[in-house]
């Protein structure tokens, strides 16, 4: 027979059973309130810590504006004021004037013939060691290298000549090839001197059906200017494209490489791909053939093609990369890795004394991403010659300070050289006078491609002129 408990019995067995239910749910609480409290003191370091980033990433954005301001007031000083190597570490101060944190910089110069300034800004705050952001950018001054095409007169783009770049010229263009990107013109209308009638707009087309005449809607026409057209707009100073020859001349004497009169018709150059030159000396050039002759009555007119030369010597490229020749000179060859001015000019200054570049073989380059970089400056014209290749490439930057960059006028009597079948210019073209390697009897290159070389804009050949604008970002990286 099974004895019941009483009632007092089973009152204190519920007691016994209180504490234990008791010591449970405090467990779970104290697990509970230890699990949020953990959390909380994880969320708590979180936001801590992205604040503490986000603190670090403004110190180190402030870095970087520092030395903007820096180079807007000394463009040419990479070492921040005290003439030696970095890292160079400021202090910041919040607002009130209390030291919060500080940023560490490192500038890389530019590499010769660059403007690309190289800044690693480095954000820390006082606080939190183990907390930094780290911004890397680059700022340039652009170059006057912004078209793949510059006249400072009236200039034709004939049919057959497709542009890959700008095209802006002080005086009016008629258009009739293909044109990539924008044509523009600093004139509203202008007096086309190939033909009667009255005037065009500043930039035109006689691809049919040819454009109306002012004051006349300007048309679309996307199948030639397949970018648009713009005029007026504001003039380029072509002067300081130009560049002062005396200064390079100066520059290359005390540390690039000059070379003076040459005695008798100037000096072929042949460039190497391992940093190296030839030097000629031309002896004599090409006569013209018989009934060959300057009709068109242009001046320095002549085969400008060489018949002898003898070789001087072999010669490292610069360092600084400019190469003076007072007298004329033929260009031709590969570089690899090389940045290079070649200038050509005679002083005093004299009209009848200018001095021409010439280029009749392939000049080319290595590398297309801005590391080889060439600059042919002429104190008059930049030549295509009569004996010039058939299928013929430039890679340059081509000026003709007081002339003309183009092939000079060659008939039919002067041999199967008068028509060539295409030339290829990879840089740019800036022209004083009228450029063109064609005529429109048909005569000269039947094809010519001009590509702008986007590398030049930033990074400019040695010496090239720049434009007075400050220092701008192109590029910009959050590297931690």
Request: glycine residues 10%; contains cysteine; proline residues 5%.
């Amino acid at each position: 027979m099974v004895k019941r408990k009483s009632k007092s019995d089973r009152l204190e067995s519920q007691r016994g059973q209180l504490p234990l239910i008791i010591l449970l749910f405090s467990a779970i609480a104290m697990v509970i309130l230890s699990s949020f409290i953990v959390w909380a003191d994880a969320n708590l370091r979180a936001v801590t810590r992205n604040s503490n980033q986000a603190l670090a990433f403004s110190i180190a954005e402030a870095g970087v504006e520092y030395y903007r301001w820096h180079l807007a007031h000394a463009k040419q000083d990479y070492q921040d004021g005290t003439g030696g190597p970095g890292p160079y570490v400021h202090d910041y101060y919040d607002k009130s004037g209390l030291k919060i944190g500080k940023f560490s910089l490192e500038i890389t110069p530019p590499a010769i013939g660059t403007t690309v300034v190289g800044i690693k800004s480095t954000g820390t705050v006082d606080w939190d060691a183990s907390t930094s952001k780290v911004i890397e950018v680059k700022m340039a001054i652009p170059s006057f290298a912004k078209y793949a095409a510059l006249t400072n007169a009236n200039v034709r783009f004939g049919e057959g000549t497709e542009v890959f770049g700008e095209i802006h010229t002080n005086g009016g263009i008629r258009f009739d090839g293909v044109a990539h990107n924008l044509v523009t013109s600093a004139l509203q209308s202008y007096d086309d001197p190939d033909h009667s009638g009255g005037n065009e707009f500043g930039v035109h087309t006689h691809v049919a059906p040819t454009d109306p005449l002012p004051p006349a809607a300007v048309p679309s026409r996307p199948t030639v200017f397949m970018a648009g057209r713009q005029f007026p707009v504001p003039g380029i100073d072509f002067n300081a494209l130009t560049q002062n020859l005396s200064q390079i001349k100066s520059s290359a004497q005390s540390a690039g490489f000059y070379q003076g009169p040459s005695g008798s018709q100037g000096y072929d150059i042949v460039l190497k791909t391992n940093d190296t030159f030839d030097l000629y000396r031309v002896t004599s050039l090409v006569n013209p053939p018989g009934g060959c002759n300057n009709s068109a009555n242009q001046s320095s007119w002549g085969t400008w093609s060489i018949q002898n030369e003898t070789l001087l010597g072999n010669y490292a490229f610069p360092t600084n990369g400019l190469i003076f020749i007072e007298d004329h000179v033929w260009v031709r060859g590969k570089v690899d890795e090389a940045r290079l001015t070649i200038a050509s000019g005679r002083f005093p200054d004299n009209t009848s004394t200018r001095t021409n570049i010439t280029v009749n073989s392939d000049l080319t380059y290595t590398n297309y991403d801005g590391r080889d970089v060439i600059s042919l400056l002429a104190q008059r014209n930049l030549n295509i010659g009569l004996r010039s290749s058939n299928v013929l490439r430039v890679d340059a930057a081509l000026i003709a300070q007081n002339g003309r960059v183009g092939r000079h006028y060659y008939g039919s009597s002067c041999g199967a050289e008068y028509i060539r079948s295409t030339i290829t210019s990879y840089g740019m073209i800036a022209s004083n006078e009228r450029y063109g390697f064609a005529y429109t009897n048909g005569t000269g290159y039947q094809t010519r491609n001009l590509y702008y070389d986007a590398e030049l804009l930033y990074g400019p050949p040695p010496s090239f002129p720049l434009t007075d604008e400050n220092y701008q970002q192109i590029f910009w990286s959050e590297t931690k």
